[in-house]
Nanobody, 128 residues
Framework: QVQLVESGGGLVQTGGSLRLACAASTDIFSTNDMGWFRQSPGKEREFVAALDYILSKTWYADSVKGRFSISRDNAKNTVYLQMNSLNPEDTATYYC?????????????????????WGQGTQVAVSS
């Protein structure tokens, strides 16, 4: 069973930065695509970024493009989300996820339905 554990969340002022980490119990990031999502109270889970396991191709939500960066360290079975220029609208619980269907999946990387494994989430709060 794959386990994902996020870390790195916290409270930061507007304009600040945080780096989230997602550690996997297996080398799943070497064989499957992964994504970061976020969810605020009363809202649906929202796509943030994704990373392809073969070519390390990346995808970003328009709202974070140019500010967030996703990367991977296969030796540590860890994926990172570097978040810069944070603003209060980024406040949410952030979740990492890994799919079990790569390379042939029915859903796009931006759909929560694609992903089989999820972490417990890490909270990010950005004060104005």
């Amino acid at each position: 069973q794959v386990q994902l554990v996020e870390s790195g969340g916290g409270l930061v002022q507007t304009g600040g930065s945080l780096r989230l980490a997602c550690a996997a119990s297996t080398d799943i990031f070497s064989t499957n695509d992964m994504g970061w999502f976020r969810q605020s109270p009363g809202k649906e889970r929202e796509f943030v970024a994704a990373l392809d396991y073969i070519l390390s191709k990346t995808w970003y939500a328009d709202s974070v493009k140019g500010r967030f960066s996703i990367s991977r360290d296969n030796a540590k079975n860890t994926v990172y989300l570097q978040m810069n220029s944070l603003n209060p609208e980024d406040t949410a619980t952030y979740y990492c996820a890994a799919d079990a269907c790569s390379p042939a999946c029915s859903f796009g990387v931006d759909s929560p339905r694609r992903y089989e494994y999820w972490g417990q989430g890490t909270q990010v709060a950005v004060s104005s």
